[in-house]
């Protein structure tokens, strides 16, 4: 289980994120979550070998593609979002630890333990059954506008407000 600082911590480092599985779907989970992160400043880079770009960005057909064509501009990827099932993730996390990301994200209903540790063995923050846009969202003050218990409890607005 992650603490709601380790969650900030990851959120506020991690500015690059490969996402595994985005659809070009505007109605699929994948897309409304990306579309989300970018609107929020985060740099999104798909990896979906059936789309050409997804959301103005190229999309590449794998992790290491799109580490190697970023590392090309200097650009590293810092978060792998994976919305594949949990049975597709020991490659993707394999990927991940070989890129040198530092986050391996699990989305929703997405759990693959013997992964997890592969990647906290390589010094990978690992979060697994959670989606990064709500985590953003209640962490960093979308939510309690709306009336929903984040269950955040403080005096103060987080330090980093994107809008």
Known sequence: MNSIFQLR??????????????????????????????????RIVPVNPGAQEILGERCHPSLAAAAEALG?????????DCFRRSEDIPPIAREAIAIGAKCLWLQLGVVNEESAAQARAAGLDVVM??????????????????????????ARRPQQLPY
């Open 72 to 80: 090309a501009q200097g650009v590293k990827i810092d978060m792998v």
């Open 129 to 154: 059954d959670r989606c990064v846009k709500i985590e953003h969202a209640r962490l960093f003050g979308g939510l309690n506008w709306a009336g929903v218990n984040t269950r955040v409890i403080s």
């Open 9 to 42: 911590h990851i959120l506020g480092t991690c500015r690059t994120l490969a996402v595994v599985g985005l659809s070009p779907q505007w109605h699929r989970p994948s897309f409304f979550a990306a579309k989300y992160m970018q609107a929020h400043g985060y």
